[in-house]
């Protein structure tokens, strides 16, 4: 049994003073739900992370960060590392986001060695990968899906895949109100699943967690967790409001029962 994750990634919204207000807010209406069964990751900025741990320690909800670089330390000028993110309180942390492909030259390799940095510090990363419009439209979803799952896990033991999470994020559904149809997420997913029954094995593809990502909602999270494939969801813009939220939680957890 795949234990549901939903995680908020705030990208680069909110200071430390709204970063706090909304973890509080957060925390209040998220004790009130029976949410055991699902994991809730906040992933603010950098600069908010220790204040929102503060926050939300002692709560049903974790950290997470939005990037690391693969090293722990040096002179790599602002750079933050897996080390300094374990010790800030993260459990989590998104690795290969496709605004970081796109707009930072983030690539499989630099994916790869994040990936195997935040391992070996504790860290759970959330592989991101996913197909433009562009390739969508060009029949190319999976062979980019394959690519990116593929050479962004070279290397990674089945001891370390077993840890990490993969979100399916089609590049086209991310903050422009377009979602993936339940059957297309589905799809993806299975991809994936299957495609790390060949990289491993069965029990590994039976295990991972793999979140769908693309403007989620309170009114489309119902059916994406309905698809068997589907173990969660990576929420940006409906991550930055305490009732959008705590709604999607709410209905993910309603889907469990
Ligand atoms: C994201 O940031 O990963 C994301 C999916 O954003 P949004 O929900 O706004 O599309």
Known sequence: MRKTIIAGNWKMYKTIKEAIELSNGLKRELFKLDNQDIDVVLC?????????????????IMLGAQNLYWLDEGAFTGEVSGKML?????????????????????????????IKAALANELTPILCCGETLKEREAGKTFDVLKDHAQNGLAGISKE?????????????????????????AQEAHKFIRDLLAKLYDQEVAGQVRIQYGGSVKPENITELMQQPDVDGALVGGA???????TDIVKKAAEVLK
């Not at 998104?94 to 790869?112: A, D, L, P, Y």
């Not at 895949?161 to 059957?183: H, N, Q």
């Not at 991550?239 to 939220?245: D, I, M, T």
């Open 44 to 60: 603010p900025p950098f600069t908010a992370l220790s204040e929102v741990y503060e926050v939300i320690t002692e709560s049903n």
């Open 86 to 114: 374990k010790e800030a309180g993260c459990n989590f942390v998104i690795i290969g986001h496709s605004e970081r492909r796109q707009f930072f030259g983030e690539t499989n390799e630099s994916v790869n060695k994040k």
């Open 239 to 245: 991550s930055l409001q305490v009732a959008s939220f």
């Open 160 to 184: 370390g895949i077993l840890k990490i999470v993969i979100a399916y994020e089609p590049v086209w559904a991310i903050g422009t109100g377009k979602t993936a149809t339940s059957v297309q």
